[in-house]
């Protein structure tokens, strides 16, 4: 009589329950290295402050449509129903049979039905069902994080498609400009070749950098086609397909203002990708606890009500209630159950050091897109110099080729730095907007409008 109460001591004072680390454990400086900070706008649906109709109206279309989401999002169901699972583990179990049969005597064959039902209640004296229940809740934890993360992803990823395909619309319609640009110098220099003002050396070279600018073209056209693919598929449709409000002509997206990069801290509370790193890391810590347990005396309380046996016409008549206890006390098996203890131990470790270092790569990620859209701002505002400039060089020698007093070297080598520099423009353009994108995904901005 003195076993159980002594065995219920035991299980009190060793409680498998396991504190698993956290954010306050995970260092994280006061603020970014890079000065950049967005301008302000409203809402935290970072992609509208491009004010671009299309893009929103991709993304929205990606956020009902994508498969991935799809695919996380019932993968968090199922999370959800093996939780639902593990509590109902907590309850007692309770199963009805029936067991038939025939009787011969003296008198004949007789049937016999004995109906019953069985009950099991486990009472948790060891810890297990608890930590298992801490371990799905964590589980299910993980999967809803995982479906922000994803929807977060898909956000980003519209976003930089799409601005390769305004990118490379731009650079197809500045290449019809330069192709005709330079049709127009070839003119001049085949007309002042058939006047003998010019070799026919010059006519080559001319007709050389106009076959040039063409060969880009398919290129181009490439690019954009995968573009277009990509961001069909992202919103689940077929390649080949946009809506019509995409391929309506607009050129990159100009961003207007958002909401703020916030501080380090905040990465370990916004980015889901780390909320998921967390769960694992209480799952991780859930299962330490469950393996314990295996150490602690288990209780299982079983029962039975059992009704009389009878014919099959006949009326039940009586039954008979049985109601035991199964108490298992762990004494050896070899090193087992410690041995389980230790690896769920390490794996803890493990996943509380791919969340730091998880933590480290987000940091990274926002330093260099903070970074890279300094870069880009810089070097936009440069090139718009440097086009002013090369577009008076190129008027200028071209002037001076019509009098005879500079080279056709002369115009060629202005014409080229010309369209170079516009080329240069419209990339640095689409790689500003993209390191935008870059600082909104990388901050985490997607968790509060992506989650469902």
């Known amino acids: 009589m003195l076993l159980l109460p002594a065995c219920l001591a035991v299980a009190a004072c060793a409680s498998p329950v396991v504190q698993a680390p956290g954010r306050a454990d995970v260092a994280m400086p006061p603020d970014y290295g890079a000065d950049y900070r967005p301008p302000s706008g409203t809402g935290e649906a970072w ?23 799809a695919a996380t999002a019932a993968r968090l169901e199922a999370a959800r129903a093996l939780l639902r699972a593990e509590r109902g ?15 011969l005597s003296a008198s004949g064959l007789r049937d016999a039905v004995s109906p019953g039902v069985g009950v099991i209640f486990d009472p948790d004296l060891s810890g297990r069902l608890s930590a298992e229940i801490e371990a799905a809740a964590a589980s299910a934890a993980a999967a809803e994080y995982l ?11 519209v976003s930089q498609r799409y601005i390769e395909w305004r990118r490379t ?37 001319a007709a050389a ?42 050129g990159i997206p100009r961003f207007v203002g958002g909401p703020p990069r916030g501080v380090p801290a905040d990465l370990l509370r916004r980015r889901p990708d780390l909320l998921v790193a967390e769960a694992r890391l209480v799952e991780a810590a859930a299962q330490i606890g469950a393996e314990r347990a295996d150490l602690l005396p288990s209780l299982v309380i079983p029962g039975e ?5 009878g014919s099959l016409g006949g009326v039940l008549s009586d039954f008979l209630l049985t109601l035991g206890a199964s108490l298992n006390l762990p004494l050896f098996d070899g090193g087992r159950r410690r041995a389980e203890i230790a690896a769920a131990s390490a794996e803890a470790e493990a996943r509380f050091a791919d969340y730091r270092q998880a933590s480290l790569v ?31 060089a190129f008027n200028q020698s071209n002037a001076l080729y019509r009098e005879g007093l500079a080279s056709l070297f002369d115009v060629l080598d202005a014409q080229r730095q010309l369209i170079a520099s516009r080329q240069a423009l419209i990339d640095s353009e689409a790689a500003l907007a993209s390191s935008i994108v870059g600082l909104y995904a990388a901050v985490g901005h997607c968790q509060e409008n992506c989650a469902r």
């Open 89 to 103: 583990d907590r309850l007692p179990s309770v199963d009805a049979g029936v067991s038939a049969g025939a009787d």
């Open 147 to 157: 479906v922000a993360d994803v929807r977060r992803l898909v956000a980003a990823d």
């Open 362 to 392: 987000v940091l990274a990620e926002v330093e260099n897109a903070l970074v890279a859209i300094e870069a880009y701002s810089d070097r936009t505002r440069e090139l718009a110099q440097a086009i002013e400039e090369s577009e008076t």
């Open 209 to 250: 950098d106009l076959a040039q600018t063409r060969a880009q073209r398919g290129l181009l056209e490439l690019q954009r086609a995968e573009a277009a693919n990509a961001l069909a598929v992202l919103i689940g449709s077929f390649p080949g397909s946009l809506p019509p409000v995409v391929e309506e002509g607009g």
């Open 47 to 69: 992609w509208t402050g491009f004010d671009d109709p299309a893009l929103n109206a991709l993304i929205s279309a990606a956020q009902a449509e994508n498969l991935d989401i």
């Open 305 to 309: 009500i059992a009704l009389g046996a």
């Open 169 to 205: 619309g731009e650079r197809l319609a500045l290449l019809d400009q330069s192709t005709e640009l330079q049709q127009q110098t070839l003119r001049i220099v085949e007309l002042r070749n058939e006047a003998g003002l010019s070799a026919n050396l010059d006519v080559r070279r």
